[in-house]
């Protein structure tokens, strides 16, 4: 019979030895219903059906998959970042791979596969000699039908494969004594609630056996004839590329944040280059009872004067006047220091490179001329 469409489900990529093996076949009725053709041989398949199109996809084990968390991208930006991030999880070279992706969903995460490029040419060459010419090769959870609800699943060999959405799915390994059931529970997590769950598939009733075969909807794939090793190569190096200028202006923007705290902490410290470090000189120097270097701005000033006058009574201070470099304070009538207290508050004030004068009802200060340069305590600059 010839039949519209044919899905096959391929065994494990195996050097050329699969021509002999059986492979798992679906086709779909006239009315657009599915029927379970079984596993039979290539052979047979294409002399049996006489397909007009052909749909495949890989056995779970020879297309690992993943998601990515990465920047909104588009084009050739996001191709080049996907490949960034799948060259460190692969087991071999980016160039000996055929790799596909699928939209970037809302949590920011971008669904991958990638597959041996020998499987790919392999199985494309043998399914020419049979007839059955194929421009892209699915992924397990493709032909699964797309849930409503929660999950649909079935079984091959020692894989679960699981279609989670439109174009989202996985495939997990079922470690032997396991059975299905608990390898869902694993996949869901221990604290996470598991979803509905449909099977299909061998195993199943009724019409869920050709269930397995009727999914629609999933929107992408791995090529069967995949670029070049030098584009590939060279999409992976732009994808590492944009990951390390993600990397370099989160790490610009950190350092703008904590530079403008330790600016906070520390009005003195005239530029900060290296915040970790001038924030723990300056630490240093506070614990150990240092005084900040002076400052000849109104600001400078104002806080030295704050510092020197704390012991003052309240109230005793009538107004500030700050001209070129030289704070003047004017007391209230007979609140000016007495001379024994004028001396200690000009001692107190050399001690932080302040010169202090006291003229009738005023006090004039302002940066000794021999001050040290206002860089702070200790400064040693960044190392």
Known sequence: MKVDLLRLLLPPWSDGDASRGAVQCGWRHPDGTW????????DDIAERFRPKRVE?????????????????????????AVLGAIEPCALRPLETLVT????????????????????????????????????????????????????????????????????????????EGMDRAAGIAACAGDDAALPALRWVGAGSDGDDVAARWAGEGWRWSLPAGGSGAGSARGAALAGLNVYAAQLAAQGQALKRQMAARVKAAFPDVPVVVNPVQQARQQKEALAAGAQPSAKGDYAGLARAAASLLSQAPAGQVQGLRYTAGELRIRWRDGAAPETEALRALQAQAREQGLAVEGDVGTLRMKVASDAPAAEGPAQKGPQ
């Open 35 to 42: 029927r379970d053709g079984g596993m039979l041989a290539l």
């Open 100 to 175: 596909g992706f699928g939209v970037r969903g809302s949590d920011g995460t971008v669904p991958a596969a990638w597959v041996g490029r020998d499987v790919v040419d392999g199985w494309s060459s043998l399914l020419r000699r049979h007839g059955m010419v194929v421009r892209e090769l699915h992924l397990p959870a493709a032909f699964l039908p797309c849930p409503d609800a929660g999950w649909t699943a079935c079984q091959v060999d020692r894989w679960l494969v699981v279609r989670t959405g439109r174009d989202l799915g996985f495939t997990h390994w079922l470690p």
């Open 56 to 80: 495949v996809c890989l056995h779970p084990g020879d297309v690992p998959t993943a998601g990515f968390t990465l920047p909104p991208l588009s084009g050739r930006r996001l191709q080049a």
